[in-house]
């Protein structure tokens, strides 16, 4: 197995969004530095910012349903799944957060690639992964990253890419290893 990072620079507008809630939980921190004793929600608030902050990487839409703030890692995901769409192969894309993946989905569908989905909410878990591991027209699965890291076999799929890191390296791996599964006979 092959794991490659991939890194992109977010433009001015992204950055300048970005920069401007790092700071807001900068002061945030000098303000609880400065308090006697523990305050509990101080510690939300950082958990809280630091998710923000994580969200803004993936695309700023996901803080600002309406914000027209380019995300270029929405655009680098973009052409991935082109060129891998394109050359025959089929992709698992995992996101800790479902509305990344409505993005994508939107984004799907407007390029008019076939994709299936799965997060929480999916009851028929099996039909999906059948639909996509037996219909060659599917290239794309979408899969929340906690309702897909476990359980599946998904071995039709040559390619994963885990759009957003989660916070324990060991779920990615285990959403990673769907494709690696007994059956598959291709390398990953």
């Not at 914000?67 to 680098?76: C, I, M, N, R, W």
């Not at 799944?81 to 990344?100: A, R, Y």
């Not at 060659?136 to 390619?159: H, M, Q, R, W, Y």
């Amino acid at each position: 197995r092959e794991d490659i990072a991939m890194f992109c620079s977010m433009d001015s507008v992204q950055s300048e969004l970005y920069n401007q809630l790092l700071a807001e939980g900068r002061m945030y921190l000098q303000e609880l530095a400065g308090e006697k004793g523990r305050n509990p929600k101080g510690n939300m608030q950082i958990l809280t910012t630091l998710l923000r902050l994580r969200q803004i990487c993936c695309h700023p839409q996901l803080l600002e349903n309406d914000s027209e703030t380019p995300s270029a890692k929405f655009e680098l995901l973009q052409e991935l799944l082109l060129e891998h769409v394109d050359s025959g192969h089929k992709v698992l894309l995992f996101s800790q957060f479902t509305s990344m993946l409505k993005l994508v989905q939107n984004y799907l569908e407007s390029a008019n690639i076939s994709y299936c989905y799965l997060d929480g909410a999916t009851r028929n878990r099996q039909d999906v992964v059948d639909e996509f591991n037996n219909n060659p027209e599917i290239g794309v699965f979408l899969l929340s990253l906690k309702a897909g890291g476990t359980g599946l076999n998904l071995t039709s799929a040559d390619t994963v890419i885990i759009y957003d890191p989660w916070w324990n390296p060991a779920a990615e791996l285990q959403a990673a290893d769907r494709s690696h599964r007994i059956g598959q006979t291709r390398p990953v």
